[in-house]
């Protein structure tokens, strides 16, 4: 089982890494679902660990639907980003009328080079997620889909985590799950669904707030929970 982490702060990636994460999700603004974090904190982020760091790429918090405007700042970020020596990057974008902008998408995986890629919870908006799948298997640059299954909670949707994670099966996608999960429940949520990653945030935190650092001790009864 592959834990990853969401840092906002060096201290926080340091911290995620001497407690059992096995990956990080570097962001800014958690409170808004998260944005680009500034290069110079990736630059730091990534020196200071030895796991995976993919970073957000996502400009602002309005919308996944991105103007032209906004998916030339997304390039350059990302290749900003790729010059950091990170792992992956995390990104999505969807048309005005909730599909997946497969235009947009392409644009961003030219600038992704070796690069994982991640493709964020813009996914849990879509109405079809399995032809939402279906069109991301084509692209072998996307190793994994971040999702709780829709736009409830993962534990609200296992149904539906479990019918993503049978689809993926046999390609190269993974599914990552993530939002609303806690460590007492999640020995039983990884059995049901299927998943082999899963994603926290805020749970891992002192009072469970996305604001505050990363709790110790409560990451490592996490890992110790998945990783035994």
Do not use: W
């Not at 110079?40 to 660990?49: A, E, N, P």
């Not at 899963?198 to 469970?208: C, E, K, L, N, T």
Request: hydrophobic share 40%.
């Amino acid at each position: 089982m592959l834990l990853e982490i969401i840092a906002t702060t060096v201290d926080d990636a340091v911290m995620a890494e001497k407690c059992g994460a096995d990956r990080l999700e570097l962001i800014t603004a958690i409170t808004e679902g998260g944005l680009t974090p500034g290069i110079g904190l990736v630059t730091q982020v990534v020196k200071s660990v030895s796991i995976p760091v993919h970073v957000m790429v996502r400009p602002h918090s309005r919308s996944f639907v991105y103007s032209e405007s906004d998916v030339k700042t997304m390039v350059a970020e990302i290749e900003s980003i790729r010059q950091t020596g990170a792992a992956g990057i995390v990104i999505g974008a969807l048309t005005p009328d909730g599909q997946i902008d497969v235009k947009t998408l392409e644009l961003l995986l030219q600038s992704a080079g070796e690069m994982q890629v991640t493709f964020h919870r813009a996914f849990d908006e879509l109405e079809d997620q399995l032809e939402g799948l279906r069109i991301l298997t084509k692209y072998p640059a996307v190793t994994r889909v971040l999702t709780s299954g829709g736009l409830k909670p993962a534990p609200q949707s296992i149904p539906q985590i479990r019918r993503l994670v049978e689809e993926a099966a046999g390609s190269h996608l993974c599914i990552l799950a993530g939002n609303g999960l806690k460590r007492e429940i999640i020995n039983d949520f990884i059995e049901q669904t299927g998943v082999t990653e899963i994603h926290f945030g805020s749970a891992v935190r002192y009072d469970q707030s996305g604001l505050q650092p990363i709790n110790p001790a409560e990451l490592r009864a996490l890992s110790d929970c998945i990783h035994k």
